[in-house]
């Protein structure tokens, strides 16, 4: 079992930056590949950025130049840093780690960007 915490959601004007965080329980944190989703109002749960056990990482279209997804395997922690904010970017953003064939979430956190 997999406990995931995400913190740094918040208002942000357009334009503006927000880094979130995801604390993860588990020993084996390392093994895990990594990922941002997000799920704005009326739409479904979509991929923002994944980061694999390796390092290597994979960001959605939309976000690539702007996000920048990382990890900390040492303190068990995956980091999303988000700049050049836009009102699209609105939503609950959800950590998850995965290993085949476990898959868990987080509970959320609002990044809600306006003016």
């Known amino acids: 079992q997999v406990q995931l915490v995400e913190s740094g959601g918040g208002l942000v004007q357009p334009g503006g930056s927000l880094r979130l965080s995801c604390a993860a329980s588990?020993?084996?944190?390392?093994?895990?590949?990594m990922g941002w989703y997000r799920q704005a109002p009326g739409n479904q749960r979509e991929l923002v950025a994944t980061i694999y056990s390796g390092g290597s990482t994979n960001y959605a279209d939309s976000v690539k130049g702007r996000f920048t997804i990382s990890r900390d395997n040492a303190k068990k922690m995956v980091y999303l840093q988000m700049n050049s904010l836009k009102s699209e970017d609105t939503a609950v953003y959800y950590c998850?780690?995965?290993?085949?064939?476990?898959?868990?979430w987080g509970q959320g956190t609002q990044v809600t960007v306006s003016s």
């Open positions: 998850n780690a995965y290993k085949a064939p476990r898959d868990y």
């Open positions: 588990r020993t084996f944190f390392s093994i895990y590949t």
